[in-house]
């Protein structure tokens, strides 16, 4: 199975950046794409950014597109989300989530990822 773990939430002003982190622990099962998710208070999850793992190639929500960049750190197993310019409506928990998932549109469904870290808070003022 494959343990996430995430981390770089916090509080910040509008306007200003945070980094998150995924530690992703594989002892089995491959996976091929990672994301990640945010969910607001009284709101559903949503996917917000996906990478692929093997071509490392990314895509993004509208509403977070040229502001938030997902990445990637092979050799650490570590996944990123540097979000700059940050919204009050960027406010929510972030979760990290990796899963076999091949097809493209499949990838933005939160219900197809099993394997989820425990998220962490993000508040923009």
């Known amino acids: 199975h494959v343990q996430l773990v995430e981390s770089g939430g916090g509080s910040v002003q509008a306007g200003g950046s945070l980094r998150l982190s995924c530690a992703a622990s594989v002892v089995s099962v491959s996976r091929s794409c990672m994301g990640w998710f945010r969910q607001a208070p009284g709101q559903g999850r949503e996917a917000v950014a996906l990478i692929s793992t093997r071509s490392s190639a990314t895509y993004y929500a509208d509403s977070v597109k040229a502001r938030f960049t997902i990445s990637q750190d092979n050799a650490e197993n570590t996944m990123y989300l540097q979000m700059n310019s940050l919204k009050p409506e960027d406010t929510a928990l972030y979760y990290c989530?990796?899963?076999?998932?091949?097809?493209?549109?499949?990838?933005?469904?939160?219900?197809?990822?099993?394997?989820w870290g425990q998220g962490t808070q993000v508040t923009v003022s």
């Open positions: 989530a990796a899963d076999q998932i091949n097809r493209y549109l499949s990838r933005w469904t939160t219900s197809n990822y099993r394997y």
